[in-house]
């Protein structure tokens, strides 16, 4: 399991990088994290695209053009041709000489790539759905851009763990906005319903996706706003990521949620996901 650091690819031990490193001083840096189904990248244009935005709102050039990212990934795959892996892809302002806020005048920036197991999520967790918590979002103003400063997220996703709980809802001046790590969604009265991009959340390529297929099955769809009180009164919630798919959620804050079990709607909506993860898989 070779790393792509800076133009070369190396065995972990030897993939390391400076103490000035900023993304290691600051958490100066974007990243990704793209799923490969046997070998094959889900949405890679589109997780690109989001990294460059990222670059774009840290004022980083793109280091590598689509096709070297497409090239590095074919080869941090082939490891494992049939296994499905999560390609973890890091971009940082680099190292410099002194430990100054401001941007050196030359950044040298940190590119690194690697490919990581992933495991298929479990039939049982999936089936009894998960436990949420909801909590103050302390997070910055800029969660569209997809950062290593994770510090707020750390915190929040440890306080669910510590809860029981396997997400944080984020709440803002009384809006579920999403996850710690995932994207929101919940369902009222037939309605599919995911608070609108912006700002305060990540474009999750999973929540697009889900949308896209929602929307081919005529699914009625509506990117609003989410009040907390809607939160706990739907009839479904699920949460969506690039690692787990689309999740069902049947607990929030101690108390069951809708019928307390996985929806009719997520169950269709997860169908069409898994057929689309098969349609990838045989490309
Ligand atoms: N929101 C946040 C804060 C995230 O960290 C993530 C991904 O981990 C997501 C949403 C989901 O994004 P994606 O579907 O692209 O994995």
């Known amino acids: 399991n070779e ?5 070369a690819f190396v065995a972990p031990e030897q993939a390391m990088i400076s103490v000035m490193d900023r993304g290691f001083l600051f958490g100066d840096g974007v990243y990704e994290v793209i799923p490969a189904y046997a070998g094959r990248p889900l949405r890679a244009a589109e997780h690109l695209q989001r990294l460059e935005n990222s670059l774009r709102g840290i004022g980083l050039q793109a280091p590598l053009s689509l096709p070297e990212w497409s090239n590095i990934f074919v080869r941090l795959l082939a490891a494992e041709p049939k296994m499905d892996q999560a390609l973890y892809l890091q971009v940082t302002r680099g190292a410099a000489p002194t430990r100054d806020h401001r941007f050196p005048a030359q950044p040298a920036p940190t590119v690194m790539a690697m490919a990581k197991p992933m495991k298929a999520r479990d039939r049982a967790v999936v089936e009894a759905g998960v436990a949420v918590v909801t909590r103050d ?47 929101l969604f919940i369902v009222r009265d037939g309605q599919l319903m995911t608070p609108p991009k912006g700002p305060l959340l990540l474009a999750g390529i999973t929540r697009d996706l889900v949308l896209e297929l929602a929307r081919a099955a005529k699914i009625p769809i509506q990117e609003r706003d989410i009040a907390v009180e809607a939160l706990r009164q739907a009839d479904e919630v699920w949460i969506s990521s690039s690692t787990r798919e689309v999740m069902p959620v049947t607990q929030l804050d101690d108390k069951p949620l809708g019928s307390g079990r996985p929806g009719p709607l997520w169950r269709r909506v997860d169908a069409l996901y898994q057929d689309f993860k098969a349609d990838l898989r045989r490309a």
Do not use: F, H
């Open 137 to 183: 979002d302390i997070r910055w103003l800029r969660c569209d851009i997809k950062s290593t400063s994770l510090l707020a997220a750390v915190l929040l996703r440890q306080s669910a763990q510590e809860a029981g709980a396997e997400e944080a809802i984020l709440v803002r001046d009384g809006l579920a906005l999403e996850g710690s790590t995932s994207n």
């Open 3 to 7: 790393i792509y650091l800076n133009g």
